[in-house]
């Protein structure tokens, strides 16, 4: 079960990064509240919240490139396994625009999996 305390928190500290113009605090609390979500096993919720995320965020946020991998993951959990390789790829070419290696073998060891096992990708980056 969702605790519905600890995601009012969640969501009062992404706010709070939003509203500082903080990027990569921004992307720490969207990644946070995922967390929060798939762990309440509401895949589709944690989908939609990185879907706006991603539209809401300036192209210019670096860690961008996270929320793409999770959203891919989640993708990839919820069976959508052309969509989860087209975001993972979207993924890879954020953290590769971010100068990011982390990121870059990340997406790369995503794409990997995706093409191996197919929706048993892990959800988080």
């Given at each position: 079960?969702?605790?519905?305390?600890?995601?009012?928190?969640i969501?009062?500290?992404?706010?709070?990064?939003?509203?500082?113009?903080?990027?990569?605090?921004?992307?720490?609390?969207?990644?946070?509240?995922?967390?929060?979500?798939?762990?309440?096993?509401?895949?589709?919720?944690?989908?939609?919240e990185?879907?706006?995320?991603l539209?809401?965020?300036?192209?210019?946020?670096?860690?961008m490139?996270?929320?793409?991998?999770?959203?891919?993951?989640?993708?990839?959990?919820?069976?959508?396994?052309?969509?989860?390789?087209?975001?993972?790829?979207?993924?890879?070419d954020?953290?590769r625009?971010?100068?990011?290696?982390?990121g870059?073998?990340?997406?790369?060891?995503?794409?990997?999996?995706?093409?191996?096992?197919?929706?048993?990708?892990?959800?988080?980056?």
């Amino acid at each position: 079960d969702l605790d519905t305390t600890e995601l009012a928190q969640i969501r009062l500290t992404l706010a709070d990064a939003l509203a500082a113009g903080s990027g990569d605090a921004v992307v720490a609390s969207y990644l946070e509240l995922v967390h929060a979500l798939v762990d309440a096993h509401q895949l589709v919720a944690a989908a939609t919240e990185l879907e706006y995320a991603l539209l809401r965020l300036p192209r210019s946020t670096l860690a961008m490139w996270r929320l793409q991998l999770c959203l891919a993951g989640l993708y990839s959990g919820l069976g959508d396994l052309e969509r989860a390789r087209r975001t993972a790829q979207l993924g890879h070419d954020l953290a590769r625009g971010a100068a990011s290696a982390l990121g870059q073998q990340r997406a790369k060891e995503l794409m990997a999996r995706l093409s191996r096992h197919g929706p048993k990708a892990s959800l988080l980056p």
